[in-house]
DNA sequence: CCACCTCGACCGAACGGTCGGTCCATATCC
DNA sequence: GGATATGGACCGACCGTTCGGTCGAGGTGG
């Protein structure tokens, strides 16, 4: 077992400090020089750790992009009626983007100005479309409302869910992140209407 | 009447040009040779109808901004039920945001690094402190359910309708606007669920 | 125990290139 | 001919990246 290391800078505290700016000043508007004044590293320091700033971009897109890909393979994502499916996965998804917050924002405002860039929108669709498998597939079996199109849906959902990273800070006196994934699911399944007194 | 004028580019024409570069590439990563490249101008030319690259994102934000005020201060957001102004603030909203999309779209990416960034996402969360006011006045009047704290749903209701920027775009055979308002609303008010059969 | 060596972490300075912006001469309209 | 519009040449600042070199902790041989 190594003893406790002394080195004070490794690859992933620098991954945490350029998500922070990252999605604070956007990835163009970062300069390395930003990242060493954030990271108490010296400019050319910073390639001592990484290559690139793309790389920079690419490891925090893959801290994103790893956990959610791995909810659509859990067994409440795969297993039972439809909407219990996505149900599962809407609220696995809002505990991802809580703890994996930095890297969901950046993955979520990502443009397709570089190689990376394109590369994280691929995946993103990829992500996407087993969402809209999901809800296509509670259409059919009669759980999701039909006189509403199944992607429109699709699409309208996930805006819903992805809009916490605008403004959702984990945090004491905050709400939990399963307690706000159970707020969601409510709100987008049954609506905000108050049920009618009857 | 002028005659038919033989001026090629005037601030407008610029404008959209350069709120679909911003949009596609980001204000940041949009270089003014990019914005000449675009409009056919030279980079010095543009200097001419513009004082700087970042005058041209405070008008493309104008351009945004003044019909989004303009719907909370029409007679049905501000006379009525709670509940059936929110809605048409909604369904406005949409409509505003189908026929000002390029620079809706650059009015939610916008960051605080600018000056005119920040005084944009001042003018936003005015305008959402209005609508959040039209959600808890709506569950005072026991139209909207009392479970969901009514900020967190404004917040939600908000991220699902600004989410359209990401994929909507009109054009024959697409939803219109208004068609589409009135979807977002029945899911947002009344759930994705199919209604039980009973 | 200590002189010697290795090696990863780190930095100051500078590179070629691009950035937003300026200057001034020219072309085109009324 | 004067206001309007345009473009080529150019500027200083800053960009991401590289390079030569320093520093100090840990291993090794005597």
Redesign the interface.
């Given at each position: 077992m190594p003893a406790p290391g002394r080195k004070r800078h490794d690859v992933m505290s620098l991954l945490e400090v350029a998500a922070a700016v990252f999605t604070?000043?956007?990835y163009?508007?970062t300069s390395m020089e930003d990242l060493s004044r954030a990271s108490g590293l010296s400019k050319s320091s910073l390639y001592h750790h990484v290559s690139s700033k793309e790389e920079l971009l690419r490891l925090a897109l893959e801290r994103a992009l790893e956990p959610l890909f791995a909810v659509t393979r859990e067994p409440g994502a795969t297993t039972g009626r439809a909407?219990d499916r996505l149900e599962h996965v809407v609220v696995r998804e809002v505990e991802v983007l809580a703890e994996r917050l930095p890297y969901v924002t950046l993955l979520l405002?990502v443009?397709?100005?570089t190689a990376t860039g394109r590369w994280a929108l691929r995946r993103r669709r990829d992500f996407d479309a087993v969402v809209a498998d999901l809800v296509a597939a509670a259409v059919r079996e009669?759980?999701?409302?039909?006189?509403?199109?199944a992607a429109?849906?699709t699409?309208?959902?996930?805006?819903?869910?992805?809009?916490?990273v605008?403004?959702y800070r984990p945090g004491r006196g905050a709400?939990d992140a399963a307690a706000l994934g159970r707020?969601?699911v409510?709100?987008?399944?049954?609506?905000?209407?108050?049920?009618p007194a009857r």
């Open positions: 604070e000043r956007g163009d508007g909407i405002r443009h397709g100005n009669g759980d999701v409302r039909p006189d509403l199109d429109l849906v699409r309208l959902l996930f805006g819903m869910v992805n809009s916490l605008e403004w709400l707020d969601v409510r709100l987008a399944f049954d609506g905000l209407r108050a049920a």
